[in-house]
């Protein structure tokens, strides 16, 4: 099993920034596509950002395009979502996910359903 394990989240102002970052335990790293989801209280999970294997590929939610930032540095096992300009409706707690699962389109990197396997999540709060 890939363990990922989530790091950078805590309180911010608006319109500040925050990095989050997810580490991952398994070697072949590049073998994973990677997405970023939130979940806020009361809501469904839902989709920010995801990247293909390789980086050729790169996703976003509109809600976020222009804000956040996706990467991943395949050398270190790691997957970052740079946050700038947050608002209060960022707040959630954000969880990192891997899919083994070739992915043809955006459609399907923004579906959390083809992933299989999460992070514990990191609470992000932003306050007005």
């Known amino acids: 099993q890939v363990q990922l394990v989530e790091s ?3 309180l911010v102002q608006a319109g ?9 335990s ?12 939130r979940q806020a209280p009361g809501k469904e ?19 976020v395009k222009g804000r956040f930032t996706i990467s ?6 790691t997957v970052y979502l ?8 960022d707040t959630a707690v954000y969880y990192c996910a891997a899919s083994s699962r070739i992915l043809y389109s955006g459609t399907y990197y923004q ?8 992070g514990q999540g990191t609470q992000i709060t932003v306050s007005s």
């Open 26 to 37: 398994e070697r072949t790293f590049s073998s994973y596509a990677m997405g970023w989801f």
């Open 111 to 118: 579906q959390g359903g083809w992933y299989g396997y999460w």
């Open 8 to 10: 950078g989240g805590g």
């Open 72 to 77: 991943r540095d395949n050398a270190k096992n």
């Open 82 to 89: 740079q946050m700038n300009s947050l608002t209060p409706e």
């Open 16 to 24: 500040g920034s925050l990095r989050l970052s997810c580490v991952a």
């Open 45 to 63: 999970r839902e989709f920010q950002a995801a990247i293909s294997r390789t980086g050729g590929n790169i996703y976003y939610a509109d809600s």
